[in-house]
């Protein structure tokens, strides 16, 4: 008999994890980005108007990448459906 202030033990859900296609994804496009950035340095130099660069273009993308998948996943995890189809019943 367990005592009666003793609260019960819950089963807690595992946190969530993004899973592997939000590590395949960036990281992906980190390792493009510094391939390019190795390899073909001119070519990220190659200025497009003013100071900015093809880098600072690819930069941006990839941290704008990054935010987005991470927003996906972050209502994935919440339990927001990331499409129509999701989370809907069958009849």
């Given at each position: 008999?367990?005592?009666?202030?003793?609260?019960?033990?819950?089963?807690?859900?595992?946190?969530?994890?993004?899973?592997?296609?939000?590590?395949?994804?960036?990281?992906?496009?980190?390792?493009?980005?510094?391939?390019?950035?190795?390899?073909?340095?001119e070519?990220?130099?190659?200025?497009?108007w003013?100071?900015?660069?093809?880098?600072?273009?690819?930069?941006?993308?990839?941290?704008?990448?990054?935010?987005?998948t991470?927003?996906?996943?972050?209502?994935?995890?919440?339990?927001?459906?990331?499409?129509?189809?999701?989370?809907?019943?069958?009849?």
């Open positions: 008999m367990t005592h009666p202030h003793v609260p019960r033990l819950r089963h807690r859900p595992r946190p969530h994890r993004p899973g592997v296609s939000f590590a395949l994804v960036n990281g992906s496009a980190f390792a493009v980005h510094v391939l390019l950035a190795c390899s073909a340095a070519l990220m130099a190659t200025r497009v003013g100071e900015t660069s093809i880098g600072v273009l690819a930069l941006l993308f990839q941290g704008s990448l990054l935010v987005w991470a927003t996906r996943y972050d209502r994935r995890a919440d339990g927001h459906p990331t499409s129509q189809g999701e989370g809907q019943e069958s009849r």
